[in-house]
């Protein structure tokens, strides 16, 4: 079976690609990447040379190359992690999210229905729903997205579940909550906080601290989009959430006790403009195909932090701008 990974150079995509190498022996798969800032080749660097693994580097707004890549590769499911995914960078730079997350997308299902593909796996969010105050949201609930980002998401499921209603593209939607674990950008709340305390700075928290967000350890999530890859319905949007409901102000009480430092640590800063209150999933159409969420919260953070303090080689260049230089480099020798 030969997959075409989009964004498998990302945070997700890169814990995707190695956990279905691991897990399939007779999977091939190829990673088209545009490896853009928050991209990374580092993510991967134990694959590299994995002759089952393939890398393409690439925009998936590009229509020519990704019509090369389907003439040449013949793929036979496409699983697309490709997209701008940071709500705060949305926000000074929205165009680029429109451009990416829904002409990128819009440009692979095309080139999926003109070459054909056995599967077309979309990767959603939760933030597509928009906020909610009470409950969780179901697969079937009005779309009432409020960021740029969550907007430019919307649009991109939509038009994935257009191209299943209107062509017939094996398409299926995942939309999962919040990730955290390794190889996570440290722009994100876990990511982020993480890695301050460990440089000995502040943590920002917005507003009071009082947003819920329901988290989810990637690898639980890798594994539901894989459950949805190999048993989903065509045509259906499965949500997937770890279960994890907790206030970013709880959040960071976690890490600053995880990282042995006290409240004085938490800078209370301005509040995101549009800031979704909460998010909150129903898991119950994904767990009727038999996946469940395998990581318990408390262990998986516990995780994330040690494998941040044992990687620093990792995020202090990113940090400091020394990757970004470092991979200019790595574009013009490829
Ligand atoms: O819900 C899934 C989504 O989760 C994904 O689709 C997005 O790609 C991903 O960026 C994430 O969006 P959020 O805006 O929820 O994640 P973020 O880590 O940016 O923020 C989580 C919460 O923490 C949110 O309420 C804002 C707050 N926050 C975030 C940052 C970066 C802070 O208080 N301080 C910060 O410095």
């Known amino acids: 079976m030969k ?38 080749f580092e993510n991967l660097k134990d694959i590299e040379k994995n002759p089952r693994y393939k890398f393409i ?23 697309n992690f490709a997209a701008e995914s940071h ?16 002409l990128g997308t819009h440009t692979l299902l095309e080139t999926a229905r003109k070459y054909g593909v056995k599967k077309f796996e979309h990767i959603s969010t939760d933030e597509v729903y928009g ?60 990511s982020l906080f993480i890695t301050n305390l460990l440089e000995n700075k502040k943590v920002p928290l917005y507003g009071k601290g009082l947003n819920i967000r329901d988290w989810i350890y990637v690898l639980d999530n890798c594994s539901g989009i894989d459950t949805v890859l190999h048993k989903g319905e065509i045509g259906e949007i499965y949500n997937i959430g770890g279960g994890n409901e ?40 994904i767990k009727k195909l038999g996946w469940k969420p395998e990581h318990k919260f408390g262990e998986a953070i516990r995780k994330t932090a040690k494998w941040y303090k044992e990687n620093a080689s990792w995020w202090e260049k990113i940090k400091s701008g020394e990757y970004l230089k470092y991979y200019k480099k790595q574009y013009k020798n490829l």
Not at 58 to 76: A, M
């Open 3 to 40: 997959l075409l990974i989009t964004g498998g150079a990302g945070f997700i995509g890169s814990n995707f690609i190695r956990y279905i190498l691991n897990k399939y022996s007779d999977y091939w798969i190829i990673n088209f990447d545009i490896v853009s800032y928050c991209a990374n």
């Open 57 to 79: 580097k690439g925009d998936i707004c590009d229509e020519k190359l990704v019509n090369k890549i389907f003439q040449k590769e013949k793929p036979d499911f496409v699983v």
């Open 87 to 102: 709500v705060d960078r949305s926000i000074l730079e929205p165009k680029k999210f429109t451009r990416t997350n829904i």
């Open 131 to 190: 906020t909610i105050k009470k409950e969780e949201f179901k697969e079937t609930d009005v779309l009432l997205p409020n960021s740029p980002y969550a907007v430019s998401k919307a649009g991109a499921d939509l038009l994935a579940r257009a191209y299943y209603k209107t062509f017939g593209l094996p398409v299926l939607i995942t939309r999962s909550s919040n990730n955290f674990g390794p190889y996570q950008f440290p722009e994100k709340l876990i």
């Open 246 to 285: 907790f206030t970013n102000l709880e959040i960071a009480k976690f890490i600053l006790k995880e990282l042995s430092k006290d409240e004085s640590f938490i800078e209370y800063i301005k509040d995101r403009p549009g800031h979704d209150f909460r998010y909150a999933l129903d898991t119950r159409k």
